[in-house]
């Protein structure tokens, strides 16, 4: 996970006083109008919005301010879309049928900035740089995050895999790029290309790749059907699941730490598995650790907190705060009521996005946003929205 370069921790107080309003890489595989607040019309002009938050539903966007929740933008949007931070101040990245597309959510409204292809799938920041992987051509765009202040689409390096496939890449600090190999039909693992796109390594022992997260010291990890790769100082490391199946197949890292954490999955015949064990996996000792959580989980529901703790947002309704080198489970901060996992993984579920010290989880049983202190476990403030939200994420700034 990457940390933000601006401190947005929040307090209750300041929260409290500020609002009133009183009360989901990627699946497992694969026009504007006013805004709404609390079901009343509210002509509030698109003024600069602090620190936004942005949620997807069913025929858009919404950009709330992040220190109150206020509900602030609509942007009419058909489609799945999908929201990760661009890795600035201002901007996030939404993803559309035709593209990758560039929203200043601080400024509430949708750029000409789109990075054009079908099947626009993983988005990741890491060492200053942006890296946008579309499935339906292979294609992968870096840019750093900072240039789209400018107004124009960012100029940066392009490559473009074999063959096109559900894929993800990265680039490290030293400009190697770390890219996935695999078809349509079958992925293998994991290629690394010196700054020149000259490949140096690669390794197609890890089955089923999928996802990725970097660690302390720069480990970088992929997950496997049957474990998951490590690369690190140039090199291609293995660690096995305990099963012969085992997919780690979400991942997220902190700088924080060297553990990363992963869920876990063993049927590989499973229409749908509701796992209650999640990975935590030691980049430094090449070891992996299985913790029971005694509840499950699905892939929006791993988070970090900013001193490296693993974060799970439970079917319990409850985030569950792991120490990241014991795998003791610290606390439990309510959040939600219990849910389950829905059959298809584009429809809604709670969602789970952390901010510096703050944790906002959606319900969309309830239209509802919640604004949590992980450090207290306390809620700061809540907001019901006019439809139920889907994917929830926001401006992340730096790597």
Same mark, same amino acid.
């Given at each position: 996970?990457?940390?933000?370069?601006?401190?947005?921790?929040?307090?209750?107080?300041?929260?409290?006083?500020?609002? =009133?309003?009183?009360?989901?890489?990627?699946?497992? *595989?694969?026009?504007?109008?006013?805004?709404?607040?609390?079901?009343?019309?509210?002509?509030?002009?698109?003024?600069?919005?602090? *620190?936004?938050?942005?949620?997807?539903?069913?025929?858009?966007?919404?950009?709330?301010?992040?220190?109150?929740?206020?509900?602030?933008?609509?942007?009419?949007? =058909?489609?799945? /879309?999908?929201? $990760?931070?661009?890795?600035?101040?201002?901007?996030?990245?939404? &993803?559309?049928?035709?593209?990758?597309?560039?929203?200043?959510?601080?400024?509430?409204?949708?750029?000409?900035?789109?990075?054009?292809?079908?099947?626009?799938?993983?988005?990741? @920041?890491?060492?200053?740089?942006?890296?946008?992987?579309?499935?339906?051509?292979?294609?992968? /765009?870096?840019?750093?995050?900072?240039?789209?202040?400018?107004?124009?689409?960012?100029?940066?390096?392009?490559?473009?895999?074999?063959?096109?496939?559900?894929?993800?890449?990265?680039?490290?600090? $030293?400009?190697?790029?770390?890219?996935?190999?695999?078809?349509?039909?079958?992925?293998?693992?994991?290629?690394?290309?010196?700054? $020149?796109?000259? +490949?140096?390594?690669?390794?197609?022992?890890?089955?089923?790749?999928?996802?990725?997260?970097?660690?302390?010291?720069?480990?970088?990890?992929?997950?496997?059907?049957?474990?998951?790769?490590?690369?690190?100082?140039?090199?291609?490391?293995?660690?096995?699941?305990?099963? $012969?199946?085992?997919?780690?197949?979400?991942?997220?890292?902190?700088?924080?730490?060297?553990?990363?954490?992963?869920?876990?999955?063993?049927?590989?015949?499973?229409?749908?598995?509701?796992?209650?064990?999640?990975?935590?996996?030691?980049?430094?000792?090449?070891?992996?650790?299985?913790?029971?959580?005694?509840?499950?989980?699905?892939?929006?529901?791993?988070?970090?907190?900013?001193?490296?703790?693993?974060?799970?947002?439970?079917?319990?309704?409850?985030?569950?705060?792991?120490?990241?080198?014991?795998?003791?489970?610290?606390?439990?901060?309510?959040?939600?009521?219990?849910?389950? +996992?829905?059959?298809?993984?584009?429809?809604? @579920?709670?969602?789970?996005?952390?901010? *510096?010290?703050?944790?906002?989880? &959606?319900?969309?049983?309830?239209?509802?946003?919640?604004?949590?202190?992980?450090?207290?476990?306390?809620?700061?403030?809540?907001?019901?929205?006019?439809?139920?939200? /889907?994917?929830? &994420?926001?401006?992340?700034?730096?790597?």
């Amino acid at each position: 996970m990457n940390k933000s370069i601006r401190t947005r921790a929040l307090t209750g107080t300041a929260l409290a006083l500020a609002v =009133s309003t009183v009360l989901t890489a990627c699946g497992e *595989d694969e026009a504007s109008s006013d805004a709404k607040a609390e079901g009343t019309a509210n002509a509030t002009p698109a003024a600069a919005v602090k *620190d936004p938050l942005v949620a997807t539903f069913d025929g858009g966007l919404y950009i709330l301010d992040g220190e109150n929740l206020k509900l602030t933008k609509t942007i009419a949007m =058909s489609g799945f /879309n999908r929201v $990760n931070p661009a890795g600035d101040e201002d901007h996030v990245i939404v &993803s559309t049928d035709t593209g990758f597309r560039v929203l200043d959510a601080t400024g509430q409204a949708l750029t000409d900035m789109e990075y054009k292809g079908p099947k626009p799938g993983h988005v990741v @920041r890491h060492a200053g740089k942006t890296v946008l992987f579309t499935d339906g051509t292979g294609e992968v /765009n870096v840019f750093d995050p900072a240039d789209l202040s400018g107004g124009k689409k960012p100029e940066g390096r392009t490559y473009t895999s074999a063959e096109a496939h559900h894929g993800v890449a990265i680039e490290l600090a $030293n400009g190697e790029l770390l890219s996935t190999l695999g078809t349509e039909e079958k992925r293998t693992g994991a290629l690394v290309l010196d700054e $020149n796109n000259k +490949e140096i390594t690669r390794n197609e022992k890890c089955p089923g790749v999928h996802g990725e997260a970097a660690a302390q010291d720069e480990a970088i990890a992929v997950g496997c059907e049957d474990g998951i790769l490590i690369y690190k100082d140039g090199k291609f490391t293995k660690v096995d699941a305990p099963d $012969n199946y085992g997919r780690i197949g979400n991942q997220a890292g902190s700088d924080a730490s060297p553990v990363l954490l992963g869920d876990y999955k063993t049927d590989r015949e499973a229409e749908l598995e509701r796992p209650t064990r999640i990975s935590l996996i030691d980049t430094e000792k090449k070891k992996l650790r299985l913790v029971d959580l005694g509840t499950s989980y699905s892939f929006r529901s791993l988070a970090r907190s900013p001193e490296g703790e693993a974060l799970v947002l439970g079917t319990d309704g409850a985030i569950h705060v792991i120490d990241q080198t014991s795998g003791e489970v610290e606390k439990k901060i309510s959040a939600v009521g219990k849910w389950q +996992e829905p059959l298809d993984w584009q429809q809604a @579920r709670p969602t789970l996005f952390v901010r *510096d010290d703050t944790a906002y989880v &959606s319900d969309p049983s309830k239209k509802a946003l919640h604004a949590i202190d992980l450090a207290t476990g306390k809620k700061i403030t809540s907001v019901t929205l006019p439809e139920s939200t /889907n994917e929830l &994420s926001g401006i992340v700034a730096g790597h």
